[in-house]
């Protein structure tokens, strides 16, 4: 009984502290005052604040892979375990990232008007040509100076293996010359599960970082290499925690 009071007390939290940080965007964008540097301040706090609230015991490995150069393009590309992995995400990296999330959470209360307020990247993976529309417009957000972070599978891994990538974050890496820094999370889904509303505290998370991949090496011709080569990195770094 009270296992079952702490985990929704912990769920209200985590909706409360996801309101509260969408609200400040929203009016900070209202008031005609919103800037990147304070949607990074705010993304940050609100995913230190949710990782807080569920205890996470979380490690990071590879984090000298991440460094920054001005006037260059970075992805961040990663598998994907559970809605968890975004404030992991944040919490860990600096600098402005900006998730490439799926369309739909455009319509989530407060959550998707601060999202679109504060340079959050939507892809419609329903309409092709739409998605093509979407991608350009995450390049020209990456000439400006936001880092962006895509799950190449697509989707959220239900049973934690990862699934086979999609071609449409290469081809932007491509078009763009991006760096390409691959990043495997292990245990997330041990948190939220996807599809389910089961949140578990105490849980630990490893994040995983792997060697940095110039995108300027190929071209649309060889976009299946990039492919191929960014998901053999993070299914190796997956792999290697189980050895």
């Not at 079952?4 to 007390?9: A, G, L, T, V």
């Not at 008031?31 to 604040?49: H, M, N, P, Y």
């Not at 970075?74 to 900006?98: E, K, Q, T, V």
């Not at 939220?192 to 089961?198: K, M």
């Amino acid at each position: 009984m009270m296992e079952n009071i702490k985990h929704y007390k912990v769920i209200v939290a985590c909706l409360f502290i996801t309101g509260i940080q969408s609200l400040k965007i929203i009016l900070n964008s209202i008031l005609g005052i919103l800037t990147r540097k304070k949607v990074d301040a705010i993304s940050k706090e609100w995913a230190q604040k949710l990782v807080k609230e569920i205890e996470l015991d979380l490690k990071i490995e590879g984090l000298e892979n991440v460094s920054y150069v001005k006037n260059q393009a970075y992805i961040f590309m990663s598998n994907h375990l559970s809605l968890y992995d975004i404030p992991i995400a944040l919490s860990s990296f600096p600098g402005s990232i900006r998730m490439l999330a799926k369309k739909e959470m455009k319509n989530y209360p407060l959550l998707g008007q601060a999202m679109t307020s504060g340079e959050y990247l939507f892809i419609d993976r329903k309409n092709f040509k739409s998605a093509l529309q979407d991608l350009k417009h995450a390049e020209e957000k990456m000439k400006n100076g936001i880092r962006v972070w895509i799950y190449p599978e697509g989707t959220r891994s239900a049973d934690g293996k990862i699934k086979n990538f999609k071609k449409g974050g290469f081809h932007l890496a491509i078009q763009s010359k991006a760096i390409i820094i691959p990043v495997c999370i292990l245990g997330s889904g041990d948190i939220l599960p996807p599809h389910s509303y089961n949140l578990k505290t105490g849980q630990k998370v490893l994040i995983k970082v792997g060697h940095p991949i110039k995108a300027e090496d190929y071209s649309k011709d060889s976009v299946e290499q990039l492919k191929e080569k960014t998901e053999s990195i993070i299914r190796n770094l997956h792999e290697s925690s189980f050895n």
